[in-house]
């Protein structure tokens, strides 16, 4: 089989639309959390998917079943159980925070029901603890993190202070970056992980921070902590410049940051400013659907209904069938070229590297560095 | 005073066999949701032993649940154990870490004794969402049920563990009965009523409520094997405040202090949130609105409510429940 | 660490024990005369936080917010009084308890049919956006506005309480109601004003909060934790108590995250743990209670 090589975003940006193979209907299972915490992820990874599917004009060949894991690991494997036992879906879509994957792995797994994660990134997920039927479309937290450090040690950053809040994906991105940056010849002066979920004030960590004699701040923050974060960085005067994972300052939240996150510069793997004819294209699509700029979590879900378009334009059709064909895909998307990798099935991406600048009176993102398809190492896992 | 009256047994006995049915009858997610609902249940049983009987609300039983399942993964999944006594050494930890509280906290009560539960569930939680061993905030896989091939019982079996976690309630819930129906169970609930005068007849009030919620413990440590072993994935969200705010709905919204009603509560709980998630993402709305009115009708909860208005009549004979009010 | 970095982690935890006095003194107030728990106080908090946002984007000025936001949650507040307080004066605790805990709940799903689940910010006023210099150390001046802000608070409320008629009422109330009734205080509408007032300082401290932290649903729920501790310790009901539980718990997590940052996650439950097995009914528990 040779991989099939097209640029669907390109064509139903035209409106042309691929011509709907007859086959049967295709089930899919959207397992994302619509309540809690997360509930604003959930609703722009559907609201990406959905709009794949649309402008591909394929929508009635899915049969869509939402399922709401509350962010709760139990929940997310009772609702996966239910989408494959019960639903009998042809494949599952989705999965926000990694506790939830975690609960549902060796499930998914054993019931060989291909799984297309649309957010999690836990780096194990596609390492020691990968399966042929778990396929990431989305980041992984190393991934987002590695080509910052050795960027920033090029740029003459020599000392950083590392903050993130103390939970797995916190401490995977500031190791990811820690790992490269060192390598670079950087330093890290300190740092420290902060109580995930009940910290509202910053102000103690970032005079640490300056304490530390670093020449920088280097961090991950997400949702409600990272507009708590960036503004409180913002109302001390910005002492320190401010790097860090782009998740930080995504579209989603950078409006309520205001003026405080002028300035930052943070990696990320989609930017909604890149000048590619696919992004303005998906831009465009994405505002006159929903009226609003699409985030990162947007795209996963848009990137999660090509790749399951994709592996049955190459002939998918069922479970086993799907699960195969998902690594691989291979187009131009939104955030440029993408493919799965077979060794790991997690996503071989760009790394943009951008600054939140102002624009008129709102914020915008400026592309100052493209870091080429970015490619974990198999960690313990080999698929191939 | 806790009486296990006919209309009681009736109702434990109606509701597990309705369960069983909808579990052989229904599908898989049929399945889930007993098993959801039994674990609930558990817990909601074992919060009314102390809560209902004891006026000790407690929001450490989710770190309770959790400690046991915790227990259970590190003996059988970290040191290799069999199955059975990794449980035991689950429901034990459990009981113990609830005396501990109960002792420690032995004379605060009301908002006090609440919020100093809360306080140590709280530090259980962190110390497991902080583990890096078990996994941290990842939690831990790969736990297995017991093993019961021996007798020709095959766990893995969706319908057989549902049927397992009814007989677990019903063991419970026994137990539970039992217990509150001794001289312990009748000394704890008048300390409830009068701390002071109990405490002038020579009960040692501080180490019988620690034993209450010690016993407490125990079953919800029932609880978080099972839940442990049904899942067969572990993370800290077991033990935050939250889930045991959400037994004290149940508890409340099935009638305190019944111990029937928190099983009905939890039948109600389960199958109302799925069935409202089915058509809306809103359904706290709707569970704080029930909570609400519950309350305001009473707070008897539905099965305390029940028993009262079948009460306000002179006294029925047993069994001839089916004359009510016109 | 020279001498400005202690200054510096000092404003620090004063900033942050006057933000936490602001979040707790509602609870603290309307628990002090009424005997009522009213759990709905994270839940006017986020609103006053999401209304202030809506009326800052309305009028284009913080300021404005600042005065409509709670006035509005005040009005919610009273809503409430008359549909669901007045009739649990009597209902016990344990009913209270239930009722507003419920009422977060309504809330939490309410907020998010109105304003969706993306978190949310506002901007700290052009005037305050900067930072100021103070015992020879820079500072955020909306920081120092907060602090400011706390401590007006606290002397408007400790004026009130002990040096005006209605204060005397107020306290005569707490002593013991039935006597305050039959010597012609209208013990009825006195709880009404201090409901209203409990709501004004809840929906105040949503609006204040909001330009250090952000907005989310899920705000009225985690608020609810470190306001009961800081109420617990200082001992429910009384001003005393809850000027000194903020004090305590501000500096504790504030120091604690400086030098024990291992730690910080547990410290607050570790001191609540501590002060609950000393001191069952907190430091400074209110009279007549």
Known sequence: MKPKIFSLALAAAAGIGLAAPAAAETKVGLLLPYSGTYAALGNEITDGFNLALELAGRSGEFDIVREDTEVKPPVGLAKARKLVLEDEVDVIVGIVSSGVLGAVRDFIDGAQVPLIVANAGNDNATGDACSAYITRVSFSNGQVNRPMGTWLAGQGVKKVYTLAPDYAAGRQMIEAFTETYTAAGGEIVGGEYTPFGQTSDFGPYLANAKASGADAIYTFYAGGEAISFVKQYGSFGKELPLYGSGFLTSPLYVAAEGDAAVGVITSLHYVPTLDTPENKAFVEAFGAAYDRVPSEYAVHGYDAGMSLMAAIDSGASDRETIAAALPKVKYVGPRGPLEIDPATNNIVQNIYIYETVKDGDGLTQKVVGTVEAVRDAPKGCNLR | MFRQTPARSLVLIVTLAGLAAYASAGGFFAREIVIEIAILAILAISLDVVAGFGGMVSLAHGAMMGLSAYTYAIFSVKLGWPPLPSALLGVAASGIFGTLIGWITGRTTGIFFIMATLAFGQMAYTVFFKWRWLGGDDGLGGLSRFDLGGLGIKMGNSLTFALFALVLVLAVYVAAAWVLRTAFGRTLTGIHVNEDRMRALGVNTVMHRAQALGFSALLAGVAGVLAAQHVQYISPELLVWTVSGEVLIVVILGGLGTLIGPLLGAVIFVLLKHEISGYTNHWHIVIGLLLIATVLAGGRGIYGQVEHWFSRRPPPPAGTAEAHDA | ?289
């Open chain 3, 1 to 289: 660490m020279d001498a400005s970095f202690w200054i510096l982690q000092f404003l620090n935890a004063v900033q942050f024990s006057m933000l936490l006095f602001l979040l707790s003194i509602g609870l603290t107030v309307i628990f002090g005369l009424l005997h009522f728990i009213n759990l709905a106080h994270g839940a006017l908090y986020m609103l006053g936080a999401y209304i202030g946002i809506s009326a800052a984007a309305a009028t284009g000025s913080f300021w404005a917010a600042l005065i409509l936001a709670p006035l509005a949650v005040m009005l919610i507040g009273a809503v409430l009084y008359f549909t669901l307080i007045d009739r649990l004066r009597g209902a016990g605790p344990m009913n209270q308890v239930l009722v507003t805990f419920g009422l977060i709940f309504v809330f939490l799903d309410l907020v998010r049919m109105g304003w969706g689940d993306v978190a949310l910010g506002l901007s700290a006023p052009p005037s305050l956006a900067g930072t100021s210099e103070i015992l020879g150390v820079k500072y955020p001046a909306y920081r120092l506005f907060i602090i400011a802000l706390g401590l007006v608070i606290m002397a408007g409320l400790w004026i009130t309480l002990a040096r005006t008629q209605i204060g005397a009422m107020i306290r005569a109330s707490v002593e013991n109601g039935a006597m305050a009734a039959t010597l012609g205080i209208n013990v009825g509408r006195l709880f009404f004003i201090v409901f209203c007032l409990g709501c004004v300082l809840a929906g105040l401290a949503g609006v204040v909060a909001a330009p250090v932290t952000s907005a989310t649903t899920g705000m009225g729920i985690s608020i609810l934790i470190p306001t009961l501790i800081v109420v617990v310790i200082g001992g429910l009901g009384s001003l005393q108590g809850a000027i000194a539980g903020s004090l305590i718990v501000g500096f504790i997590e504030t120091f604690g995250a400086v030098l024990l940052p291992g730690f910080a996650a547990v410290l607050a439950y570790i001191l609540l743990a501590a002060i609950l097995v000393l001191r069952p009914q907190g430091l400074l528990p209110a009279r007549g209670h």
